[in-house]
């Protein structure tokens, strides 16, 4: 547990260092009080709708349908098929790590990310909502709460299909082109193929929807639930099957 652990952290500082998370982070935070400050700006001209209590929500939807997702697909990029081509990689199986650890180590460390994305999110956009004068309550704040922790779930089972994915380039620009084809098919294959929306990981970005409605049923939530961790199991044993095997 020490050796994984102190994987886990270098793999954290690594990512830190890394200019794209500061971009990223630097425009999750920026994005909701533009937007914020613009709705305020022009409602009195335009009568458009202000920030609501439903603001977290609303960019939250934003965020799980294109943004999260493309920080998961740079940063999948940037644990694996970027250090298979830097060599880097070969480093990390000198030290006193197994594979095992190492993969973990990288996983864990892109479910943080994503994590620490959402939390600046909801903290920021929380905050949008007390200056334009909408706080939430105690109860719309839980359900805020439970609609980001669902969010993480789902991006984590997509985070795991293509981590798995990533195991098949050697190079971050040839993973990035197909993801991001493979993302947009998945997306769209619903409309095509209407079982997509059921067995398709993508297909549950809106997931956290379906916890704030007080229509959906339990056994769907629970079904739903199930179905997400098994992809992540799924993904991640196939992912870690091939790295195990991966030449460097």
């Known amino acids: 547990m020490h050796k994984w652990r102190a994987g886990f952290i270098n793999e954290l500082w690594l990512l830190l260092y890394r200019k794209k998370m500061i971009a990223f982070f630097t425009f999750s ?6 937007l914020a400050v613009s709705l305020h700006a022009l409602q009195p001209i335009l009568g458009l709708v202000a920030v609501s209590q439903s ?3 609303q960019m939250l939807g934003i965020y799980t349908a294109v943004w999260i997702p493309l920080f998961i697909l740079t940063m999948t990029a940037d644990l694996f098929p970027s250090e298979v081509a830097a060599r880097t990689l070969k480093l990390a199986f000198l030290r006193p790590n197994t594979r095992f650890h190492v993969f973990c180590a990288k996983v864990a460390a892109l479910a943080v990310g994503i994590g620490t994305l959402l939390v600046l999110l909801g903290v920021v956009t929380l905050i949008c909502n007390v200056f334009a004068g909408a706080p939430l309550s ?13 969010a993480f779930v789902a991006m984590v089972a997509l985070s795991a299909v293509f981590v798995f994915v ?3 380039f050697k190079s971050s620009s040839g993973f990035m082109v197909t993801a991001i084809v493979l993302y947009v098919a998945l997306k769209i294959s619903p409309f095509l193929l209407s079982a997509m ?20 049923a339990v056994g769907k939530l629970w079904s739903t639930s199930l179905y997400l961790l098994s992809s992540c199991v799924l993904f991640f044993t196939l992912g870690y099957y091939i790295f195990d095997r991966k030449e460097v």
Do not use: N
């Open 138 to 150: 105690f109860t719309e704040g839980l359900g805020v709460l439970k609609a980001y922790v669902a």
């Open 55 to 57: 603001f977290p929500i």
């Open 29 to 34: 935070l920026v994005l909701p009080i533009l």
């Open 197 to 216: 929306s059921t067995f398709s990981p993508a297909s549950y970005t809106d997931w956290h929807m379906l916890w704030i409605s007080h229509t959906v």
């Open 166 to 168: 990533s195991q098949f």
